[in-house]
């Protein structure tokens, strides 16, 4: 069946940076395209970045554009998340996303000094 394992979250300062995984498996990782949310409380949730398949095209909200850097690793089925100038505001559980469909158990990302 479809598993897919955040990691990566933590406690980091503003300005700092992380870099959240989501490990993939029970389906074609590399036919798929894949996207990261993020929930913070008391707000909907977000959709913050995407990737396609084999061409690794990728998509950002507004809010991180230019901060974040999601990319793709097909030989390990993993999907990454670089988020670099952190604030406050990005604040939020990021969880692993395939097909609208499919989630991971989400990951907490606190951003406070």
């Known amino acids: 069946q479809v598993q897919l394992v955040e990691s990566g979250g933590g406690l980091v300062q503003p300005g700092g940076s992380l870099r959240l995984s989501c490990a993939a498996s029970g389906f074609t990782f590399s036919s798929a395209t894949m996207k990261w949310y993020r929930h913070a409380p008391g707000k909907e949730r977000d959709l913050v970045a995407s990737?396609?398949?084999?061409?690794?095209?990728?998509m950002y909200a507004n809010s991180v554009e230019g901060r974040f850097t999601i990319s793709r690793d097909n030989a390990a089925n993993t999907v990454y998340l670089q988020m670099n100038s952190l604030t406050p505001e990005d604040t939020a559980v990021y969880y692993c996303?395939?097909?609208?469909?499919?989630w991971g158990q989400g990951t907490q990302v606190t951003v406070s000094s």
């Open positions: 996303c395939l097909g609208g469909s499919y």
């Open positions: 990737i396609t398949t084999a061409d690794g095209i990728s």
